[in-house]
């Protein structure tokens, strides 16, 4: 028998059983909500309080193994964490984020992009972080949004949001079912993403094969006496790449082209208005830009060390920060070649040798923010890489695009799944949370 629902009044909660109640997140704290130490953390001491961050906090709402930092015991006064409680993210590209602290962590701080909710006991912690994982949150994230001139949702905020609120057995009820239900389908995610990475290290190995030793089997080999590159085929040349390609520092003054493009990492060259993120980046004086042709190989010069270089599909201007290199070839097969040259695992660590800059970042997810380390147009065309014959260059480009398509169309089917996972969660326990439907009896 179903059960009797009322309207909530709320317009993202929607109906909710007759006994549930709404109740805003303020009313069910111990404490006001209070911001985290506004310190700077210290080498990560097992004897010392960790201290917390948004950067900790990862995207399944999970704590971080690497990048750990401490806080003085002094500077943690007051700041420490207890069991059930949960830390909201106030601002930046994970606001609205939110964890929920646990004993067996050890003892932590958090710091002052963070928020702390200390709830009563006659609350179920779990059940209010639950809340918070629902597509009712994310609806409720998105007004505040709406509302705002920048991305931060402070304390006041926070305290206001509208909670469902069933009697403390049925919190608990809801929890256990949660947790089975949400473990079970983050193991698919998981198992996803570990397929994902294997299949991303599967094409680099592709890519790193073709372009040192071929696609034609029983070649006879020669030493390159280059560590990255190893044996190449013996008819290969090796050559640095000022030989391979020639430079294209074309200026667009007068404007030749106001259609500007982008280099991302993952899409190669785009259309800067297909762009949905970053867009006040370009400036509106294209005379500062230069001239990017069709077949053209475009690379950032403070982003090629991760593999921002990509072959242009498009007539366009690019940011000065850019090199441009051109061949002379009809179907660009040197440039596609170089392409994949420069975006192989191999080549990125010979890049990154040669980056200089200051603003290089180690980040605790085993990152590197590379936004500013350079490499020089001079180190770059000094680089001496792999060069075969042209006719073997147009079938090792013909291969590798087939084997990359392909594998991209995996991992894309995965990506998406993922995506359909991570919404199926967050529907199922927005019905769950606000009492759409009943906990089956076990």
Known sequence: MSRKMKDSGVEWIGEIPE??????????????????????GIEYDEKLPRYIRITDITNDNQLKNTGKLSLSLEQAKGYYLRQGDILFARSGATVG??????EKYGKCAFAGYLIRASLKENVVSKFIYYFTLSSGYEMWKNMIFVQATIQNI?????????ISLPSINEQKKIVTFLERKCNDIEKVIHGNRISIEEYKKLMQSIIVEGVTKGIRNNRKMKDSKIEWIGEVPVDWKLLPFRRVLKERNE??????SKERLSLSIDLGVTLYSE???NLDRFKEDFEQYKVAHKGDLVMNSMNMIVGASGQSKYYGCVSPAYYTFYDDIEDHCTTKFCEYVFRSKTMLRVLFSLGKGIYAIVRGDDKVNTCRL??????????VIPVPPLEEQREITTFLNE???QINKIIEKKEQFISELENYKKSLIYEYVTGKK???ES
Do not use: R
Not at 154 to 160: D, H, L
């Open 374 to 383: 350079k490499v020089s147009k001079e180190d770059l065309k000094s680089i």
């Open 275 to 277: 762009k949905t993120t």
């Open 19 to 40: 006994e549930w109640e709404i109740c805003k997140l303020k009313h069910l704290l111990q404490i006001p909500m209070q911001y985290g130490a506004n310190e700077t």
């Open 97 to 102: 984020k939110t964890f929920i602290y646990e």
């Open 438 to 440: 009943e906990v089956p």
């Open 403 to 405: 084997k990359c398509n």
């Open 251 to 256: 200026k667009n003054s007068p404007i030749k």
């Open 154 to 162: 402070g304390a006041e905020k926070y305290s206001n949001l509208e």
